[in-house]
């Protein structure tokens, strides 16, 4: 099978529109926010987390409530809080024996 790659376009004129350049430049979130952003997104990248967070939006919960919800092992859905705990948008709170889970409203949220 031929693929049809299509060339990529591109602007013929040599005038840099400096004033748009710059201005766009002078808004451009630092580096790290962006490397932070795109972190955040991987994160966002598995249908399982969006699950537990969605999940965890409507209730504090343990791990053995959300796999149950999910269908999944307890195992499974601690790997995955471990990792939304890692990135700041979990929380955990002890209560006894049991560790409920909820939402962090942190820094991730905030403009």
Known sequence: MTRNIQPVEQC?????????????KEKMPPEET????AELFKIFGDSTRIKILWALYEAEMCVCDIASLLKMTQSA????????????????????????????YSHHLKR
């Not at 004129?13 to 710059?22: A, G, N, P, Y």
């Open 34 to 37: 962006l490397y932070d952003l």
């Open 77 to 104: 859905i601690s790997h995955q809080l471990r990792i939304l705990k890692q990135a700041d948008l979990v929380k955990t709170r002890r209560e006894g024996k049991v560790v409920y889970y909820s939402v962090t």
């Open 12 to 24: 013929d004129c040599t005038v840099i529109h400096e004033d748009v350049v710059k201005q766009v």
